[in-house]
């Protein structure tokens, strides 16, 4: 499993915290340290900074630094159209627009960084309830998701396309956090900040289209970034080969998540040692019953990995959901009124379902395909 860390560089350009994981896990742990423990016992027993004229600044700084990039983004596009839209792959290493890909890359990555001071700030000013768990998870994970791109993808590509929507929306929102903070009744001139979360959930939305619409694409390796052993035809998933570099990930995937609805057992018991016999209905009985079966049959029949695959991962992203909130409301019983995003678990196990047997279906139509 380890084998990850010897991913080799996709680039040769050997930029300042760019050489390693060493740098970006560490800078991550400090954080999450500061953030979680540190910091709150240093503002134990003092009053909250204000950090207006910081906020200021910091807000500003980051509508400049975000907003600066969306426009040298587009204007290099513009200029030099160095992408195919279908397949957004790395420029070659002796192209004219090279040294812009490694601009873009590396300023995006470094702003991961600097975002940490969002958090910090709110340690400083005891906005603990601010620091949710999705605003730590994705914190934290950006600067190592980033360092992974570039290490897997190389600087450019799908990647930075991605990068330009991302600070698109980071301009906009920051703008909104410096208005709203200099002109606390300025709610009639801020109507558009309803729109950030929107944009946030299109944008994200919009990139996994693409995505996938890429993965279509033949001769195309432009998002080995999501997949770095690029083990698939989208259209026809079949497991990997036994000698394949990614055999033993396909195994780990396919076994730890069949270990995990034995697993799910603990819900159900759960419910009757606290006797939530309502919360016991027919749909979940044989919905936990008939997972581990299932898990058996595909394990055996199909193998580890292939089709299954697409599944386990919408699967295991609903259930990552469901279990914060279940998380989050048995710590604060009363939390659970305000996680405004409660109501759309149901939606997101239905979305999962349904995209599920859509991606099953048109695979049978794939001739050739005999995977199912």
Known sequence: MLDILNIPHADPINLPLTQGFGFPLIITGLYLVFILKLGRWFMEKRQPYQLRGILKFYNLFQVAYNGIYVLTAVTIILSYRPYRFSCLAPLPLDHEAKHWEYFLGYTYYINKYIDFLDTIFFVLRKKYKQITILHIVHHAAMPIASYLTLRVNGYGGMPAVVCMANTFVHTLMYSYYYLSSQYPNSSKILWWKKYITKLQLAQFIGILIHIFWTLQQEDCYAVSVIMIYKPYK????????????????????????????????????????????????ILHITHHAAMPIISYLTLRMIGYGGLPVSFVILNTFVHAVMYSYYYLASQNPNLSKSIGWKKYITRLQIVQFILGLSHIFWTLQQEDCNIT
């Not at 259209?235 to 076994?255: F, N, V």
Request: charged content about 25%.
């Open 234 to 281: 989208f259209s026809c998933m079949a497991p990997l080969p036994l000698e394949h570099d990614g055999k033993k990930w396909e195994r780990i995937l396919g076994y730890a998540y069949y270990i995990n609805k034995y697993i799910d057992f603990l819900d159900t018991i759960f419910f009757v040692l606290r006797k939530k016999y309502k919360q016991i209905t």
